[in-house]
């Protein structure tokens, strides 16, 4: 059974860091297709960023890029995504997300088989 448990949300103030952890169980990650999602109050989910090892795919949202990092530690099955600069419009409940498929984008919600619960981040101006 696939299992995903993100921690490391909580309150920043703006050009602050965080650093998400999102450790997975019930597979590995050079089978699957990891992302990062965000969901704002009243907003669609959105896709932050994502990778998949085995095609070499690694996309992030325009709105992230060059502040945001995407990584993973093998070892301690666990992915991670670094947010340096951190904005108030970043301010969302961050989901991270699996599936077995291969994909050269993967930013859509809708390709994710498997979910964690979430983590806040609130970003204050």
């Known amino acids: 059974e696939v299992q995903l448990v993100e921690s490391g949300g909580g309150l920043v103030q703006a050009g602050g860091s965080l650093r998400l952890s999102c450790a997975a169980s019930?597979?590995?990650?050079?089978?699957?297709?990891i992302g990062w999602f965000r969901q704002a109050p009243g907003k669609e989910r959105e896709g932050v960023s994502c990778?998949?090892?085995?095609?070499?795919?690694?996309n992030y949202a325009d709105s992230v890029k060059g502040r945001f990092t995407i990584s993973i530690d093998n070892a301690k099955n666990t992915v991670y995504l670094q947010m340096n600069g951190l904005k108030a419009e970043d301010t969302a409940n961050y989901y991270c997300?699996?599936?077995?498929?291969?994909?050269?984008?993967?930013?859509?919600?809708?390709?994710?088989?498997?979910w964690g619960q979430g983590t806040q981040v609130t970003v204050s101006s």
């Open positions: 997300a699996a599936d077995p498929g291969r994909y050269y984008y993967c930013l859509r919600a809708r390709s994710f088989a498997s």
């Open positions: 990778i998949s090892n085995r095609l070499g795919t690694l």
């Open positions: 019930g597979f590995t990650f050079d089978d699957y297709t």
